[in-house]
């Protein structure tokens, strides 16, 4: 299973942006569909983008379609989070996910690598 580290969280002003990124290590990264999700306090875990394999086939919930852009750079082992025009409903701390499978997937159990989550403050 590969091992995932989120880095690139931190405080930022509404309608600012941020650039997540996930490094993964001691597997094949470039057979994993990853996925952002991220958890703010008193909530469950949503799903917020996913990515496959080869990065042809994305999808995004719809809280942030047009403002969030999930990419990957296999030779890198990392993916990314871009967040733009951020929201303080965007307040959560946000997982890297792993799935050893070419399709894309937006369940949280569906995925069987975590990292350790990074926290988003947006402040209004």
């Known amino acids: 299973q590969v091992q995932l580290v989120e880095s690139g969280g931190g405080l930022v002003q509404a309608g600012g942006s941020l650039r997540l990124s996930c490094a993964a290590s001691?597997?094949?990264?470039?057979?994993?569909?990853m996925g952002w999700f991220r958890q703010a306090p008193g909530k469950e875990r949503e799903f917020v983008a996913a990515?496959?394999?080869?990065?042809?086939?994305?999808h995004y919930a719809d809280s942030v379609k047009g403002r969030f852009a999930i990419s990957r750079d296999n030779a890198k082992n990392t993916v990314y989070l871009q967040m733009n025009s951020l929201k303080f409903e965007d307040t959560a701390v946000y997982y890297c996910a792993a799935r050893y499978t070419l399709s894309v997937a937006t369940a949280a159990h569906e995925y069987h690598s975590w990292g350790q989550g990074t926290q988003v403050t947006v402040s209004s």
């Open positions: 001691g597997g094949t990264f470039s057979r994993h569909t």
């Open positions: 990515i496959s394999w080869s990065g042809t086939a994305t």
